[in-house]
Nanobody, 121 residues
């Protein structure tokens, strides 16, 4: 059974920084695409993504403030969040499209349980 687990959330004041991490483990052998989502009342939106080839996407509101990176050897993705704003307050979820067999290119979808980020003004 594969899983992804987030860590690193917390409470900070506006202008502060947090670094989220997400580790894939269990039956997951490699991750094709990592995504960070955030959940606010009523919606869950993608914040940043990084592909196995290093193609990166950022949602407009976080460009220049958030940085996504990965360590393939550790099956880990990071989200460095700087210049945080109160509107960044949300539960942040890690999502991975991953393979469980090195001989099979089928991708499976994994979600973490989320980590709370609270930014006070």
């Amino acid at each position: 059974q594969g899983k992804v687990v987030e860590s690193g959330g917390g409470s900070v004041q506006a202008g502060g920084s947090l670094r989220l991490s997400c580790v894939a483990s269990g039956s997951i052998v490699s991750v094709n695409t990592w995504n960070w989502y955030r959940q606010t009342p009523g919606q869950r939106d993608v914040v940043a993504s990084i592909s196995s080839g290093g193609i990166i996407y950022y949602e407009d509101s976080v460009k220049g403030r958030f940085t996504i990176s990965k360590d393939d050897a550790k099956n880990t993705v990071y989200l460095q969040m700087d210049s945080l704003k109160p509107e960044d307050t949300a539960v942040y979820y890690c999502n991975a499209a991953a393979r469980v067999d090195s001989r099979d290119f089928t991708l499976y979808d994994y979600w973490g349980r989320g980590t709370q980020v609270t930014v006070s003004s």
